[in-house]
């Protein structure tokens, strides 16, 4: 039977996992709940690693892979039949079943029309009828040279990630049979999405690699140190929240400038202050203002951002709990990071030939629904910022 969510698929063309917010790193500029709830998951985290009991239900490691896509069984709108199909990230462009599909849909993109050629060829051997929409990345190519052998590795890159294995294990002559690697993380046709799909509810296919993203806590090394300068940062933040005055009051109308700030000082690794948020929402909203031609409108967007600009002036001390709880609370959240990087990991992994870690992790919790439940955890300060910096991206 095709469920409605699959028929919804189908004719609306368009499902995607929307923004997974980073642990310790946004839910306090939303409210004062989502702070609490973040909290608690961070703590839930650090105990998990601890080897307590927690509200952790499964780790992952996320996947560097290009492009995102979607694949799996679902109605084929040209002639009502069911069918195998794969879409690139959300599918705003809509579903290829057939080959003829996928020039139609990404003739402007010959490289990307190239890889979905590749998943519509073989991803049907992998994913069947019973797997749902699974949402994935293309992690590599053997046709198209990005699965390769060097030396005694087996390499695949298909973003700024190049992974690596030894080519004599047992996955290693997987992937070196492979024609396509791909990760398939989460199952999207279902009311609440099912985040960290394990690898092995997939089948094996000699011609379709899938990246191991399976990670649990026999793998970390969560030592003590690391557990006590968690401890020390998280109640310091703890410390600075409890001082801000009208929390909710407080991010209210700013929550999105907040985070391309955070976002903007993640390039150069500098810490916020709150001189540095007053010019860039100076910044920002001034070039919201040039960017209109009527005057009415001007006006109105000019006492917008001097509006904003007066709160943030009345609200310094306020501001300054804030982003010391934020600095606290990335400082907290790196500990744990750190010591999964410092874990065992299926692969190697590098950046430009310099040895590197994970993107980093995707964390399900127990309890609540969909994205409720869910969060990422990077450390920022490592891989965004060679991300952002990397002009190949």
Same mark, same amino acid.
């Given at each position: ?7 919804? !698929? ?9 923004? !997974? ?24 985290? $650090? ?42 990230? @959300? ?80 996955? @290693? ?26 690898p092995s509810k997939f089948p094996h296919s000699d011609d379709v690699h899938i ?20 401890? !020390?940062h998280f109640n310091k933040a703890k410390e600075a929240l409890g001082k801000i ?8 109308? $700013? ?73 606290? !609370? ?48 990077v450390n920022r300060g490592e891989f965004s910022r060679k991300n952002f910096l990397?002009?190949?991206?």
């Amino acid at each position: 039977m095709i469920n409605n969510f699959t028929l919804f !698929l189908s004719e609306e063309k368009n499902a995607s996992i929307p923004h !997974l917010r980073h642990l310790a790193g946004e839910s306090h500029f939303y409210s004062s709940k989502d702070t609490t709830d973040e909290l608690d998951r961070l703590d839930n985290l $650090h105990k998990y690693l601890k080897n307590e009991k927690s509200k952790v239900e499964s780790i992952s490691i996320k996947a560097d892979g290009s492009p995102a896509f979607n694949a799996g069984h679902l109605v084929d709108p040209s002639d009502g039949q069911y069918k195998f199909g794969v879409a690139y990230k @959300g599918a705003a462009r809509g579903w290829a079943f057939t080959h003829d599909d996928v020039d139609n849909l990404y003739s402007h993109n010959p490289t990307l029309r190239d890889k979905m050629h590749q998943l519509l060829e073989h991803g049907s051997k992998v994913v069947r009828p019973q797997h749902g929409i699974m949402q994935g990345d293309f992690m590599g190519s053997k046709q198209n040279g990005t699965i390769s052998t060097e030396g005694n590795k087996v390499k695949f890159k298909e973003n700024t990630i190049e992974y690596g294995i030894d080519k004599n294990s047992d996955e @290693g002559k997987k992937l070196n049979k492979a024609k396509i690697s791909v990760a398939l993380h989460t199952r999207i046709d279902k009311e609440n999405p099912e985040f960290n799909v394990h690898p092995s509810k997939f089948p094996h296919s000699d011609d379709v690699h899938i990246f191991n993203n399976y990670a649990n806590r026999s793998m970390f090394k969560y030592d003590e140190p690391k557990q006590n300068t968690f401890e !020390l940062h998280f109640n310091k933040a703890k410390e600075a929240l409890g001082k801000i005055e009208d929390h909710d009051n407080l991010v209210a109308g $700013h929550t999105d400038h907040l985070q391309t700030y955070i976002n903007s000082i993640v390039k150069t690794g500098k810490n916020p202050t709150v001189s540095g948020y007053r010019s860039h929402v100076a910044k920002r909203m001034q070039s919201a203002v040039d960017k209109v031609k009527r005057q009415a409108t001007k006006d109105i967007k000019t006492k917008e951002m001097n509006d904003a600009l007066m709160h943030i002036d009345l609200n310094v001390n306020n501001f300054k709990h804030l982003f010391k709880a934020h600095t606290h !609370l990335d400082t907290a959240k790196n500990q744990m990071v750190d010591a999964m990087n410092e874990g065992q990991q299926h692969y190697e992994h590098n950046i430009k030939g310099e040895q590197t870690h994970p993107e980093g992790y995707v964390v399900k919790f127990q309890g609540g629904d969909g994205l409720d439940n869910v969060a990422k955890v990077v450390n920022r300060g490592e891989f965004s910022r060679k991300n952002f910096l990397d002009e190949s991206i």
